[in-house]
């Protein structure tokens, strides 16, 4: 039978950086609700967001910007291939995926980029934002959301440019002043649930959510850090 271990005094003061069995517990638990907190917070970011975005209307993509998000969208894919040393159509192939499939995964996605940014920057003009406001509130977020401790170590792992990280530094922002904003009204869900769904987000507080509609490309462009 395999012996169950024991937390005593003595394996803490071995094994951590604690002096007691209670304070290592009391550690565990603090840890425990700060990751609860912020599994939370990060879900009512998304949930607020996705509401904006689908009342939200871009009317118009411009050209130059898709073509140079499926531009960088390919380049990361390219670095990613080089790296682990195969050929693309080696990788497509183990994908399921033809060069077609590929050329049209690369545009939703550039399309899809692009959609965000210009909602992100419409908000940002609207409201008066800057991603300089509270720098260190965003670079905690953007952090944590990718489990790292630097833009460096975020650019290296997945293989974002500057420009990409501004664009998501500009996406927390905007996020931020959304829930800060919002009345967030529980809908269904029992006492028990960590989360209910179909949450309504009230932008204004009143009786009408906040609409934002981009009619052409005449828009400052979020900036690049470097």
Do not use: H
Not at 14 to 39: C, F, I, M, R, W
Not at 50 to 63: D, I, N, R, W
Not at 185 to 190: A, N
Request: aromatic share 8%.
């Amino acid at each position: 039978a395999v012996r169950k271990a024991e937390l005593t005094e003595d394996w803490v003061t071995a094994n951590t950086d604690y002096k007691s069995v209670d304070e290592y517990k009391a550690s565990v638990k603090k840890n425990l609700e700060e990751q609860a907190a912020e599994a939370a917070d990060s879900t009512l970011r998304d949930n607020a967001w996705s509401e904006v975005l689908s009342a939200s209307e871009v009317k118009k993509y411009p050209e130059e910007d898709v073509n140079t998000a499926i531009d960088e969208y390919k380049a990361s894919y390219e670095t990613y291939i080089e790296e682990i040393g195969i050929e693309m159509s080696d990788f497509l192939d183990a994908q399921g995926m033809t060069q077609d499939d590929f050329d049209e995964q690369c545009k939703e996605t550039a399309q899809a980029r692009v959609e965000q940014n210009m909602i992100v920057q419409e908000i940002m003009n609207k409201e008066g934002l800057s991603i300089d406001d509270d720098a260190d509130k965003i670079n905690s977020v953007l952090y944590s959301e990718y489990g790292l401790n630097s833009e460096d170590e975020i650019k290296d792992a997945y293989y974002l440019s500057d420009q990409e990280i501004a664009e998501e530094k500009a996406l927390i922002c905007v996020k931020e002043f959304i829930v800060a904003n919002a009345t967030v009204e529980e809908k269904t869900g029992s006492e028990g649930d960590l989360i209910a769904n179909e949450d309504a987000y009230d932008l204004d507080g009143g009786d009408e959510d906040r609409e934002y509609e981009i009619l052409d490309d005449d828009r400052d462009e979020i900036p690049d850090e470097a």
